[in-house]
């Protein structure tokens, strides 16, 4: 290898230049799917149930994954939270002594939305972070993340 970041298999794969001899010959065992800690009708239980259906789909999760994603559900429940605090409130409160505020609701939201861009970019939620895991997606119709990743 020159240099740089290996290619990903399964887009040696879709391009066509995959060669069988190189490939890995035992690769890892999936665990599954871990199981939900939250309630299933909360925040984090529906954002729990979407995120891994999506990298079940797409072949990138594994028991393993079971505290990022917890982390990440758990703050996208914070961020919502918050969100739905300061839509009722205002970004704007009034202080103790008749003073305007910022919301204390902003800087959470702000950092629970932080964190959760930092998960996501480690479960491979976005298109780039995408590019750099190997992917076994399962072509569904309509389904344009896997036309381009199977």
Known sequence: ??????KPE???IAEGTSRADRRCKNPPKNSGVPKCPFNITSIAGRKWTEVTTGL?????????DATHIEGLCRQ????????????????VITGARGTFLKNPAAQISDAAWGKVRGYCNDLGLNHLSRQRMESTATQVEDDIESKYLA
Do not use: H, P, V
């Open 1 to 6: 290898m020159r240099g740089g970041k290996k």
């Open 10 to 12: 399964i887009l040696k």
């Open 56 to 64: 079940t789909r797409l072949g990138l999760i594994d028991g393993i």
């Open 76 to 91: 996208y429940q914070i961020a919502k939270e918050a969100d739905r605090l300061m839509s009722k409130e205002g970004m």
